[in-house]
């Protein structure tokens, strides 16, 4: 039994491992489509085109109609939920705007990481809506689409409509007595809201549970948009096929729940696979034509109208940027532009690469065939076909709004938009490209950022996006060549009719570069960091001119910095590769420091970096939250008073002690004047060198100062040193406030070969020299975790900072510093962390140690 924890430990490593997350999708898709293969075994491409091209329109028109009645409902969900929230106020088409637009990219897309919950957070976000509440509504609208889908089934189970027997098989009896029940919970459930104020609780997680008259309109929605979806494909069914709409609608339900769990895109193949199986339609074109043109109707042409409308809304609102009305559906549309891109590029290049996979039209190549040598053909038709696969690629860098992406994909789209041309004068294509290319002008000032990450760069999850696609895709050319005798020499025919080897050579080319791009994405390390740079004079000055001692960790070697324009105002940060992390508040004038806070946040955006601000205190608190950053506390400093400091009493007897103890091993404190520091590194170094030993460790960096003589050169070195020898036993750099309001240290090293009084003397008489100097406090740094409340009802990032102060000895004496610095009766002050949200701060921290341990391999030692 003991062995069990790590057992599930391990389960747990290996299925969230990132190839078995990419392999399992994929794996349930190509055994869709070898399924999809055999169902279809027996139907011929030409069978399937006069299929598509027979179709009536009235049962185009019907089927267009209840699509329409879909995407109505759909923008329904979020203005009916949001208006018994309490959320800040915003135009009442934004709720639509967000419902339309999502759902016609999520449709098409089918992946909710990219879709769905991420565009309303971002676009509820902009409008001050915090992330719970945008949690609490799509909790609630899953509740209202359940509720509506076990409505349908109660009522189907209690009345028995004809075709449900087809589908589940059970006893007249049982099966109203299921019904029944099923309704009387949902009826239930409403009589129990009716008051309001009620939650829906699983374990942990909890959500609030709309009034009864609310929650009966919401379920009335989702009615509407279950049985308008179903009702989309059901008009475009073969007669002898569909059969009753029960029992259509039941197989439909089903079909859409497993290709959501294949997390394949739109179920792609999965969905049709089940719908065939389930209603016998093996060898059917008409029904393989009537799921095609339901892929049309109701993911592609919501999507095309979505794109084009929204393409259109945002250059009119930027003609007139001066208006309120414009920067509003600017600030709505913003977040749906990454998605909206990344969709167009993903789309445009299923495009060139299905239309690289399929025969192309005798007639149009006859007229090539008189103008254009064969080897032209050729090439074009390689080259869009790679055009095609690296718009795949591309995309991501067009969801994280990478100028360079935006270029490398406008340049793939006229070249695929030409080769196209080329190829086989395919207007169908030339058409999409065209309005590709429209949209993603359209945008182009969406895509500012300049960050130094390659834009062909894929995480695992967008490699599982475009392995899927390319899987079928690829199908649909084996679909279309499936009567070709496939042989060697198929490799080397070169022909004007010789389609099929023109698509088993671009399917090899493209799956070589999709194979390279995804290994370079899983082998490679993240994005290029921002190296540090030289000190400017200015800092130097700033530093020098501060009132906050910790403001000379800008001088440590190891940052970037952003200077206001004047020179009045600086920030010293780091680039960790994923963030930009300023070490401390601004340094100098606070309106100028307030600016560059704002500056920084704008160069970290347009990099596609995250913006934090480490171990800030109270100043600019209000700047951090105006800018919309989460502020949490990290720890404590200590801070004691010198004015009435003394050794007197009961509580300094140990600091009397040590330096009475040093006294009489022959040691006296001295300070070395900065400009003299250089004269004694070596022995410095020494006693550096002695205390590294000891203690096992490695320089730290950042957010503390390193033994670097060119760091050390800056200030006054307090000193233990032998009156006879001269041997020093212990130092440390004095940090000094311009103002002469506080005195700190950084550095502190001491030999434990010379006296045991060599850290607590040196202490005693810095602090005894700060007051003879009229300083008013003596700062002792920063204790990391302390003072976070780990309670039951604390915040979840206080409990798990209480939680890791109190437990995390392993990694770092937390509580042992907070004691030492106890000693001295310190006054203790809030230590704060301001990023992008509490989500991030873990991560954000997880960074900051890195730069302080200068790595993994130093994270790794105490």
Known sequence: MSDAPSDQGRLSAILSHPLLRMAIPLTIMLI???????????IAPAELIAAVRSYPWTAIALSTCAMVASYVALALYDPVILRGMKTPDMPGWVPVLTGVSSMAISNLLGFSWLTGGAIRYRIYAAFGVDIAAVARLIATSWIAFALGLLTLLGLMFTFHPTGMSQVIVLPRLPETILGILILTGVVGLYIWTWPGGRELRIG????????????????????????????????????????????????????????????????????????????????RPDLLAALLVYRLIYTLLPFTIAALGLALAWTLANRTMAGAAAQTLRRAMRPIVPVLMAAVALLSGAALLLSGDLPTTAKRMEVLQDILPLALIETSHLLSSVAGVMLLIVARGLYRRMRRAWLI???????????????????????????????????RDAFYRVGLGSALHLNARWVIT?????AG??????????NVAYSQDLWWQFAWGGDAPRFLRATVVVAVVLAAVSLNALISRAGTRLPPQSIPDTVRRLVAQSSQTDSAMALTGD?????????????????????????????GDRTAGEALIWDLRDMADRMGRTCAFYAVQTDYLTAYLDMGLQVVKIGEIARVPLAEFTLDGPKRKDWRHAKSRAARDGYVFDVIPAAQVSGHIAALRMVSDAWLALKGGAEKNFALGAFDPNFLCHFDIAVLRHSETGR??????????????????????????????AMDGLFADMMLWGRDREFDWFSLGAAPLAGLENRAHAPVWNR?????????????????????????DPVWEPNYLASPGQLQAARVLYEVSLLISGGLRGLRRR
């Open 32 to 42: 869709a489509l070898a399924v999809l293969r055999d169902l279809s075994r027996e």
């Open 204 to 283: 942990r997680l909890s959500t609030p549970l709309p009034k009864t008259t609310r929650g009966l309109t919401l379920m009335v929605i989702a009615l509407v948009d279950l049985v308008a979806t179903a009702l989309t494909l059901y008009f475009l069914m073969p007669a002898d096929l569909a059969g009753n709409f029960v029992y259509f609608f039941i197989i439909f339900i089903g079909a859409l729940g497993l290709g959501f769990v294949s997390n394949a895109p739109g179920g792609l193949g999965v969905f049709e696979a089940t719908i065939i199986a389930a209603l016998g339609g093996t060898g």
């Open 409 to 443: 994909a406008m340049a793939l789209l006229s070249a695929g938009l030409v080769a196209s041309l080329l190829r086989g004068i395919e207007y169908e294509a030339m058409i999409a490209l065209t309005l590709a290319i429209v949209v993603l002008w359209s945008f």
């Open 466 to 470: 475009v392995v899927l696609l390319f």
């Open 473 to 482: 895709i690829t199908w649909i050319g084996f679909f279309a060549y499936r």
């Open 559 to 587: 940052k970037r910095f952003l200077i206001a324009t004047q020179g009045e105002a600086a920030i010293a940060y780091a680039d960790t590769g994923r963030s930009l992390i300023a070490k401390g508040d601004p340094i």
């Open 728 to 757: 020093i036993a212990s130092f440390a750099n004095l940090l000094q406030a311009a103002d002469g309001s506080e005195l700190g240290i950084d550095l502190m090293r001491y030999d434990p070969a010379t006296t045991p009084a």
């Open 800 to 824: 798990v900072g209480g939680f890791i102060y109190t437990h995390g000895a392993r990694f770092y004496h937390f509580e042992g510093l907070r004691s030492f610095k106890q000693k001295f």
